[in-house]
């Protein structure tokens, strides 16, 4: 009897606040990285940054239960830095992409301890645009009877990618079966260097950016599907 009564609170605990099988979260992070040539102090070029653009990330991800204790899901994570240079519109992105294997247990009825391991295929990205107009455009519409000045944006886009590995300790909290609030702690490992950017199909040498293994604490809402 003892037996049955254990296993049906054990039954409980697993599946009572449990979420629906698919659930998206959505969040925010901090980090400490040091973005040597990306940021204001190592590069005078850059638009002046600030602890929004060094040290927090943005989180959306998506994951599935593929069995009573473990999902898998895909995450991204970015570092969002913008601005002007001289006339152009500075972007920069740092997008730290997921692959993720979890497992869980329920430590109480609302409370869940979760563990995480997720291969990593990040991407940088930085663009600068501008607005100009195009001369022989404008005599073009002009003899079409079009009088108008056309403004044309140019610019480029360089961008590298670059594997890595994320772990991750966690806790949710369950206000219902269709929302909670997550927060972890752990690492993301990164294989970065700064040569072998492409911009318009030709390699450059990128920022000297040192973010090989970087603590990182995550605060995420999660809402089941």
Do not use: C
């Not at 994570?77 to 601005?83: A, E, T, V």
């Not at 100009?132 to 610019?155: A, M, P, Q, R, W």
Request: proline fraction near 3%.
């Amino acid at each position: 009897m003892k037996f049955r009564y254990l296993l049906f609170v054990l039954i409980f605990l697993s599946f009572g606040y449990s979420q629906p099988k698919f659930n998206l979260q959505i969040g925010g992070g901090f980090y400490n990285p040091n973005l040597i040539g990306m940021d204001s102090d190592s590069n005078a070029t850059i638009p002046t940054t600030n602890f929004f653009s060094e040290n927090m990330l943005l989180n959306w991800g998506l994951r599935y239960q593929i069995y009573p204790n473990v999902r898998v899901g895909y995450t991204q994570s970015h570092s969002i830095h913008f601005g002007k240079v001289g006339n152009s519109n500075y972007f920069r992105n740092i997008a730290y992409r997921s692959f993720s294997f979890e497992t869980f247990y329920y430590a109480r009825e609302q409370l869940e301890i979760n563990f995480t391991l997720a291969p990593m295929l990040n991407k940088g990205s930085i663009s600068l645009t501008s607005k100009s107009e195009v001369e022989d455009l404008n005599s073009l519409l002009t003899s079409y009877k079009d009088g108008s000045s056309i403004k044309l944006e140019s610019g480029g886009k360089m961008t590298k990618s670059w594997a890595g590995f994320a772990s991750h300790i966690g806790a949710r909290y369950y206000f219902s079966n269709l929302v909670s609030v997550e927060g972890k702690v752990g690492y993301y490992i990164s294989s970065y260097k700064e040569s072998n950017w492409k911009l318009e199909g030709q390699k450059v040498t990128g920022p000297r950016m040192k973010i090989n293994k970087l603590p990182v604490i995550q605060i995420n809402a999660v809402l089941g599907i």
